[in-house]
């Protein structure tokens, strides 16, 4: 009786979960709305002062998004003296809502991430998962991958889509 084997373990395949990308912790959104005159209008000395007064400790190590739900023009100034209030105790700060802070967040940890322990090798981006990935993500992943690897593939190990395939390694 012949034995069984696992041809996906014995292929070399190293797959990759988008998912790993997706920042751990949830957003806190920072409304500028809140620190506006009658929701509005920003009055420079009004301002800083209710900055000054906020619990910035509320945003220990979170992920911060910085909106502002009001109809009002804000400076750009506004949103650099929040981020200077901010910045010693968040994980990280962005700008927009949620879903725009998170695609900030997964493009810059793709961006962060070390493609050279990739170098050569056989790698399979995950096709499925418990959460949504978006178009955006398998973009950056495949900018960053395509340069040092042997080979590109989409979906799971036992069953894939070739994407790339490193033609000087063949020829080699």
């Not at 190590?61 to 804000?74: L, R, Y």
């Amino acid at each position: 009786m012949d034995e069984l084997r696992n041809k996906v373990a014995e292929s070399g395949l190293i797959t990759l979960d988008l998912e790993d990308f997706i920042p751990k912790k949830g957003f806190v959104l920072f409304d500028l709305k809140n620190f506006l005159y009658m929701e509005l209008i920003l009055k420079e000395k009004e301002f800083r002062v209710m900055l000054d007064e906020h619990q910035w400790d509320q945003y220990q190590n979170k992920w911060v998004a910085i909106i502002c739900s009001a109809d009002a023009i804000i400076p750009m100034w506004a949103y650099m003296l929040v981020v200077s209030k901010l910045i010693t105790v968040t994980t990280d700060i962005y700008v927009g809502d949620e879903p725009s802070a998170q695609k900030n967040a997964i493009i810059e940890n793709i961006i962060k991430f070390n493609a050279e322990d990739y170098r050569d090798k056989r790698v399979v981006v995950k096709g499925c998962g418990d959460k949504e990935i978006a178009e955006y993500a398998y973009v950056e992943i495949s900018k960053k991958l395509i340069p040092v690897v042997k080979s590109l593939m989409y979906g799971e190990p036992c069953s894939t889509v070739p994407v790339f395939k490193n033609k000087k390694q063949q020829e080699g």
